[in-house]
């Protein structure tokens, strides 16, 4: 069984399944520079878990004070089987219950289908990120 849990960055055993997850994902599959990957905003936004009842890592999302869903990233061996989905609803739901103005991310360009079977519509024009080509995308309701 997959669960999705609010991990507390201030727990350093939190802290290193999150940072565990996003180095595998960006900074050895992706190749995003590690100072890019962890930064200041860690501190201050809720961050999601995926696990199994075992414990092992399945993936990981982060929401901002902003409303911005991000740093979501599931293991290459766990991919396809809805972990991402199930992410994406726990994060959108975070967003609503924290009561967020707009939900909104910075989709990997790849990914833009994804995010838009959750509603999410895009807005502007492709930039890039840790040069990733991405698009804004904003939730809506």
């Known amino acids: 069984m997959i669960t999705i849990r609010i991990a507390n960055w201030a727990d350093p ?7 565990a997850i996003r180095t595998e994902v960006f900074v050895r599959e992706q190749g995003v520079p590690e100072t890019e990957e962890m930064d200041a905003f860690d501190t201050e936004s809720t961050h999601l878990l995926a696990c199994t009842e075992t ?5 990981c999302a ?5 409303g911005q869903i991000g740093r979501m990233a ?4 766990q991919r396809g089987q809805g972990i991402g989905s199930m992410l994406l609803e726990a994060a959108i739901a975070e ?6 103005a707009q939900i ?5 360009c ?3 289908s ?3 079977r959750f509603g999410f519509h895009r807005v502007g024009s492709i930039f890039s990120e840790a040069d990733i080509e991405h698009v804004k995308m904003v939730l809506h309701e």
């Open 74 to 77: 599931v293991q290459r061996k």
């Open 110 to 112: 790849h990914a833009e």
């Open 114 to 116: 994804f995010y838009a």
């Open 95 to 100: 967003a609503r219950r924290q009561a967020r």
């Open 55 to 59: 414990n092992e890592l399945l993936g």
């Open 62 to 66: 982060r929401l901002m004070t902003t």
């Open 104 to 108: 909104f991310l910075h989709a990997q």
């Open 13 to 19: 055993a939190d802290r290193e399944a999150l940072k």
